[in-house]
């Protein structure tokens, strides 16, 4: 909350424009803030508040190929790299406000012959000839005496960590889909290993289905039904083996390199990554405060406030000192003789009174842009509490699902090892042992989504808190 006192009075500072301040005790219908933010996310009782000192929340999954990566994203991609450099760019735009502070000093020399006709001031006066030779300095300093120069630099350095905050976005953002990604391929792997698995389980009970029927005891209709099953399966495989392609291709459009290079290292199958950890519900603008979006909300009310700062000092008049040092004479060989040296200096008070309401229009312009821009302050607040909102619900939810899932997969697991067994005694039909198959790859399938599920809104609470919310 201090922060955005800080922003406020600095607004105030620059623009004289008085703005409410937030407080917890502010009534409903704040200026700067129309809601009151929740107080607390509760969905999971026993989590406390946590802040972590550092925001390398993907550590915690314990997997060294996603640090691996993500450290080779942060390196490569090209999002990260034009974040940077807008950063750079900003910081040079500073350098260049800040140089007005500073005399603009120029060098001349040059030659310069005339005649003036004579005709002019007479029919017999004769026409007058003249040339000489020049050396010179001229400067142009603006005196900084009202602090249009000031205004514009501290508008500058606003808008530098305005960029900070959205290099710190695309981190975020980058860290966040690389683990999506990695999770979608481990998902997709898992998915693989299961449909190998079952198509062995499959292929055994076609024996079992063959071997009956060349006793005698069933008819061919379980061979079918059960070759059906395992083709069924089969066909699925192709399809798992392209979304592993596709999803390597993806992460290594976000690594900034070629797909080749990690078809080896990700073609290897490994398991998901661990899925349940300890989620903190505290206040959430203690948590809120470091996502860079909000972040950079605020560093452009900033630089809308420095900006109708300039428009009202453009009300004031400017002074300025002009001046030239140099010589001249006729011949070149006269230049630095005492009677060749020449200066002038010319202090400029300049106030420019009227100019069509111009300069009142300009400050009502500025004053309207910063309100859009306490607006949209409010709408990012608005969307951080709900995207963090949505992800809580969401993880909790999907823990939820998984658990229920594997009681349902453990179920299924067991139905299909009861018919088969009740299938070679006979006392059962082979519909049963089909459903049962079905049955158990298809919640087998639906355990590894839902683990995946949970890794991925893990991932967008990560990325809706802009860091880890936990130790």
């Known amino acids: 909350m201090k922060t955005l006192n800080h922003v406020l009075l600095f607004v105030y500072a620059m623009t004289g424009w008085a703005i409410p301040v937030m407080s917890q005790e502010q009534p409903s219908?704040?200026?700067?803030?129309?809601?009151?933010?929740?107080?607390?996310?509760?969905?999971?009782?026993?989590?406390s508040q946590t802040l972590p000192d550092e925001d390398i929340w993907w550590e915690s999954f314990k997997?060294?190929?996603?640090?691996s990566l993500i450290a080779e994203g942060v390196e490569k991609n090209y999002n990260v790299k034009i974040a940077m450099q807008r950063i750079m760019m900003a910081r040079q735009a500073v350098g260049q406000a800040a140089a007005d502070y500073y005399p603009m000093l120029s060098i001349n020399a040059g030659y310069n012959k005339s005649r003036m006709a004579g005709a002019m001031n007479g029919s017999d006066i004769p026409s007058t000839n003249s040339s000489?030779?020049?050396l010179g300095m001229d400067m142009n300093w603006e005196i900084d005496l009202f602090g249009r120069i000031t205004a514009q630099v501290k508008g500058k350095k606003a808008a530098v960590e305005v960029s900070k905050a959205d290099y710190l976005g695309t981190m975020v953002s980058l860290t966040a889909n690389i683990a999506s990604y990695y999770v979608n391929l481990r998902t997709l792997q898992a998915e693989y290993m299961i449909a190998q698995e079952h198509l062995k389980s499959q292929k055994r009970v076609v024996e079992i289905a063959e071997a009956r029927h060349e006793a005698g005891l069933v008819s061919k209709l379980d061979v079918t039904q059960a070759k059906t099953v395992y083709?069924?399966?089969?066909?699925?495989?192709?399809?798992?083996?392209?979304?592993?392609h596709t999803t390597i291709n993806a992460i290594s459009i976000l690594l900034g390199t070629y797909p080749d290079s990690l078809y080896q290292r990700l073609g290897e199958i490994k398991p998901q990554p661990e899925h349940r950890y300890l989620i903190s519900s505290g206040v959430p603008m203690d948590l809120l405060r470091r996502r860079p979006d909000i972040i950079a909300a605020e560093k452009e009310l900033s630089v809308y406030a420095a900006q109708l700062g300039i428009a009202k000092k453009d009300f004031l008049p400017t002074l300025?000192?002009?001046?030239?040092?140099?010589?001249?004479?006729?011949?070149?060989?006269?230049?630095?003789?005492?009677?060749?040296?020449?200066?002038?200096?010319?202090?400029?008070?300049t106030w420019?009174?009227?100019?069509?309401?111009?300069?009142?229009?300009?400050?009502?312009?500025?004053?309207?842009?910063?309100?859009?821009?306490?607006?949209?302050?409010?709408?990012?607040?608005?969307?951080?509490?709900?995207?963090?909102?949505?992800?809580?619900?969401?993880?909790?939810?999907?823990?939820?699902?998984m658990e229920i899932d594997k009681k349902v997969f453990d179920q299924s697991r067991e139905s299909f090892d009861l018919s088969i067994e009740q299938y070679k005694e006979g006392l059962t039909a082979f519909s049963n042992v089909v459903d049962a198959q079905i049955s158990w790859l298809t919640y087998a399938n639906s355990l590894a989504e839902a683990k995946g599920n949970a890794l991925i809104s893990l991932v967008k609470l990560y990325q809706a808190l802009g860091g880890s919310p936990m130790q």
């Open 63 to 67: 997997d060294p190929m996603l640090d």
């Open 352 to 401: 420019t009174l009227f100019e069509g309401f111009a300069r009142k229009y300009a400050v009502a312009e500025a004053r309207i842009q910063m309100e859009i821009g306490i607006e949209e302050y409010n709408q990012t607040v608005l969307t951080a509490v709900q995207e963090v909102d949505n992800a809580m619900t969401s993880y909790n939810a999907a823990l939820k699902a």
């Open 29 to 47: 219908g704040s200026r700067y803030l129309e809601e009151r933010m929740p107080e607390r996310w509760n969905y999971i009782p026993e989590f």
């Open 320 to 349: 300025s000192l002009r001046g030239s040092i140099g010589v001249a004479a006729h011949d070149a060989g006269d230049l630095f003789k005492k009677n060749g040296f020449e200066y002038t200096i010319a202090p400029t008070l």
């Open 132 to 134: 000489y030779f020049s």
């Open 231 to 244: 083709y069924s399966t089969e066909g699925a495989i192709p399809a798992i083996e392209s979304s592993i």
